[in-house]
């Protein structure tokens, strides 16, 4: 009985004891002006990066690459720059591509007996241009008028 007391005595001691602690600098918590406190110098606040001209037009070609239907959209922001509409024209080029393909080995596809053969060569015809846009893509960040191999002679768009 005179154990358990003491156990009382002792965590009672310990809960009054807990909020005693002197704060030290490391436990003080920081604020805004810590920077200019610790010699350290604050921050700049970023108050929005702003993107060029330039960065834009090739956001907005690269677009055209990642979403097929959206081959117009450098045409639409740009209707007299050379780049976007070099980049418009590949970008509805290969959507066409796209298009077509997807419907003729989709049908193929759905032959008896052929099926599995023409649904690998769709597979294959995916990849394919998946990597064609990946390459672009490169392309338009790196700001260079790059034609896709095999369709950069095809100009649909003047």
Known sequence: ME???KETELS?????NVGDAPQTEETEKTGPDDGAKSGRPA????????ISEEQKKKIVCALAYLFGILFFLPL???PNDRFAKF????????FLIVVAGEVIFGILAGIAGLGV??????????????LACIYAILGVVK????????????????
């Open 87 to 94: 980049h418009a024209n590949q970008s509805l080029v290969i």
């Open 43 to 50: 921050e700049p606040e970023d108050d929005g990066a702003q």
């Open 3 to 5: 154990q358990n007391q």
């Open 76 to 78: 639409v922001c740009y």
């Open 117 to 130: 053969v023409f649904g690998i060569v769709l597979a294959v015809f995916n990849v394919a241009v998946l």
């Open 143 to 158: 700001g260079e008028e790059r034609g896709i191999p095999l369709i950069k002679s095809l100009k649909l768009l003047k």
């Open 12 to 16: 009672e001691e310990e809960k009054n």
